[in-house]
């Protein structure tokens, strides 16, 4: 689906189609096109009417694209991940790439039709004329800092599973394996797409291009702050993960050896009792202990109770159960 939405003579309108007038470099027309799981014939319109390069039109093709800003002749290309907290339940989260075409009075953005950030503005943008008569660079920011909004709910929610699988692993939970796997999963792919957004953040904040002002930086700076802040929470979660696994990994070894522990004990105090029972039960004559032939059953049970007593006394006193 292609929405077109269109500010001049003061007035905000939706269109139904690009006027190739509106991107003249006299005009002073602003122009958003937002391009939502469009076909080949609503994708044509990035290469037959912007003329954009087919190099950007066909990374705006591509379902996966990391993040990334670049300079192409009168327009920005840049690539973010927004996130989604609803769609993907087996993992918690889904991000997904949208693409924005940057230029002096137009912004056309691309994405798979699953985006919170470009659903909430375009519904805005017919009802406020200023989200759009501010200028493309303004619509642009307003877009990534909800993007950016959206990381914390995921956070938050990732942090409060940090937290209990700590507890978790102080009380010495040992089957958290599978959980602390999970996690440290949601928050490889999420530093995957951050650390490199961060990045091209922070060039839009830098003014490393023209068409961004003074204002706009000032505005984007303060984005980048968010997303450095969010960034620097998912690499601390890591490092406390990490110090999870390794105290399941030592509850768990300390359990083992606890097991071992006991069964070494079982086996040391049946080693004799072993050797005591094949004496006797060997088919020859042995010597009997005082008594007749119904004692010597009483016998052996009592020096048998006696030896495996003694036994657990000298480990007790050893401290070594």
């Avoid at 077109?4 to 269109?15: F, I, K, S």
């Avoid at 907290?85 to 056309?108: K, M, P, W, Y």
């Avoid at 957004?197 to 922070?202: E, N, P, S, V």
Wanted: aromatic content about 8%; hydrophobic content about 45%.
């Amino acid at each position: 689906m292609i929405s077109v939405y269109v500010h001049e003579n003061g007035a905000t309108r939706q269109a139904d189609q690009v006027d190739p007038a509106w991107l003249a470099a006299s005009s002073t027309t602003k122009v958003w096109v937002d391009l939502a799981a469009p076909s080949d014939e609503e994708f044509a319109v990035l290469s037959d009417v912007f003329h954009f390069h087919p190099l950007s039109v066909e990374d705006a093709r591509s379902s996966l694209q990391f993040p990334k800003v670049e300079q192409y002749p009168n327009y920005l290309y840049l690539v973010l991940h927004g996130i989604d907290s609803q769609v993907d339940s087996e993992h918690g989260f889904a991000t997904r790439d949208i693409d924005f075409f940057l230029g002096r009075n137009f912004l056309a953005t691309v994405h798979d039709g699953v985006s919170r950030s470009v659903e909430r503005l375009r519904h805005a943008c017919g009802q406020y004329e200023h989200l759009l008569s501010e200028g493309p660079v303004s619509l642009c920011h307003r877009i990534v800092d909800l993007m950016v909004d959206n990381y914390r709910p995921v956070t938050e929610a990732i942090e409060e599973r940090v937290e209990t699988l700590e507890e978790g692993a102080m009380a010495g939970h040992t089957q958290m394996v599978g959980h602390l796997m999970n996690v440290k999963r949601e928050l490889a792919q999420m530093r995957r797409v951050l650390v490199p957004q961060r990045d091209a953040i922070g060039r839009l904040a830098r003014r490393e291009f023209p068409m961004i002002s003074d204002e706009m930086a000032f505005r984007f700076r303060d984005v980048y702050d968010h997303v450095v802040r969010t960034t620097e929470e998912v690499i601390l979660f890591q490092d406390r993960m990490n110090g999870v696994l390794e105290v399941n990994l030592a509850s768990v070894s300390n359990r083992l050896n606890q097991i071992m522990k006991v069964l070494t004990v079982m086996s040391t105090i049946f080693l004799p009792l072993t050797v005591l029972t094949g004496m006797w039960g060997m088919n020859i004559e042995l010597p009997h202990l005082p008594g007749g032939p119904g004692a010597q059953f009483w016998w052996i049970g009592g020096i048998m109770a006696a030896v495996s007593l003694a036994m657990l006394a000298l480990f007790r006193l050893n401290k070594w159960i």
